[in-house]
């Protein structure tokens, strides 16, 4: 996939791999197309939970986790 | 010759990408021409990861990255600006387009990686900035139309660029460095007619640049002649457009027999059959020529066989059709039944109307020349033509209020109209954004930006500008109107009442307006 396009041969190339969703993405845009009654669901882009949370987003996402479990 | 990278930021991302980078591809060209060595990433059509913008920007050693666009890709352009600071720190970078020329200050303090912005028009001032990259002496104070960085770190404005004369001197866009068969065709679908949904290969073409009417809801990127040059009360020269006492104008447009020449050779090309027409307003063109423009436009279409097989023998369109169908803008003071028929004939399948609203004061105070009466016309005359009319409409206008809501309802149910209509929106360059700017950035704690980042094509609320309604009334009413639920919105309208006994929106509207009204003369330095 050349996704460079131009009137001369860059240095580098470019590598953009094919597969440019994933899975967990196409189905929350497409679950979010037909959201309403009992089309809902939960975004793993905005919910993780703490023990599988990188460390990047764990701090983040600790609040709102530990709120959850506390309700459990 | 200079190495160029041009990024197309990512827009509308809840949408598939279905529009080519016109002003990008067109610079393109023109760089070309010039001999300059050129590269397009088409973020916004491809729709990859941040790994792969960065491989871009790392790709070569450019001397030049170029970004731009609308308001709306504001967020992805900034994005922009921070990688090529980070992975092309040695490039210029140049950004422009409608985002920056609306407020060219405000936009080089958001975005401080930007080296040069350019201010208008870009055909010329970009490849005047090419040349002096070619010649290694770069002077931006000697190049019209752009806004630079001052060794003090102040900003300056050079004087405005003239707009270009003969479009037809523009090359075609450099189409074929734009992923038509990889993402553009795959979407060639417009949900606007039966012709358009079946469209397999569809492209944008550009016929005309402005349009001569003053709604107050549009910003015309400052290259219809909107855009006025002054010294602000800083003593700082400032761009102003539209504003309350201060519209002029400037249309162009392209002569029948490039557009017909440039849509046969990408007929020819790219077997396109299907044509979007990306002007502002084809009406507008149409009437400042006396009624030719579109006539010969048509007429050419048809003498150069292009007029779809289905129209000229009268038949249902179907998949066997051959020609090209094309749809584009109306207006419903300007159109006319004999235009609309003979378009029809040239295999027009749709065109868009920005009736905005049914509301005799709605309408009298938008500066859109319509009236309720126009709206319904050239409803029935684009019908009777074969063309459909896409009825685009608006809610959360200034002065909107119950009886203008249950005007737009009325008119739907009457005329079959399904919409789900657009909310009032200030758009930097607008003169609403001119009127209404205090409000809008006490909506954002005075945070111009996080305004700039919210904005998307008025289908949410971002900053209200409705004297009588909030927000969440707003979202109420829409949905109260698309059901046309006139109960609920009597039961509501009783309550509202009894909540705003002294509500005068009219009044308001016309204070906010007399207000900002620029009763000053403005400069006009070109």
Known sequence: ?72 | MAKVLFINPLVREEDVPRHIPYGIGLLASIAINAGHQVQIYDANAWRLGDHVLRQVLEADDWDVVATGGITTAYGYIKKICQFADEYAPDALLVAGGGFLTAMPREIMTFLPQVNIGVVGEAFETFNEILAQIDANLLEPAKIAGVIYRTPDGGLELTPPRKLLHDLDTLPYPAYDLLPLEEVYFKNSQALYSEEGMMARQRIDVNGSYGCSLVCKFCFHLGITGDMKYYENDEGETDVVFDAPGSYTRSIRYHSPRYIVDMVKYLHERYAIDFIGFLDENLMTMHRATRGTWLTEICNLWISEGLQPKCVREGVEHDETCKGVHWGGTSHATLCDPEILKHMRQAGCSHLVYGYESFSTQILRRLGKASTPKTNFRSFYWTMESGIRPIPNQIIGFPTEDFDSLRDNMKAWDKLGIIVKPFFATPYPGSAWFHVYKDRILEQYDGDLERYLLELGDATNITAVISENFNSVELYGLRELMVRLDYARLAEYEKQWNLQHPDANAIKKADEAELLRRITKPVVIAA
């Open chain 1, 1 to 72: 996939m050349d996704v460079l396009k131009g009137n001369f041969k860059t240095r580098q190339p470019v590598v953009a791999d094919e597969s440019k969703e994933d899975l967990n993405s196409q189905f929350e845009r497409e679950a979010l197309k037909r959201l309403g009654g009992s089309i809902a669901f939960v975004s793993k882009k905005k919910f993780l939970f703490g023990m599988n949370a990188d460390a990047d987003s764990a701090a983040a996402e600790t609040n709102r986790t530990d709120a959850v479990k506390s309700e459990l």
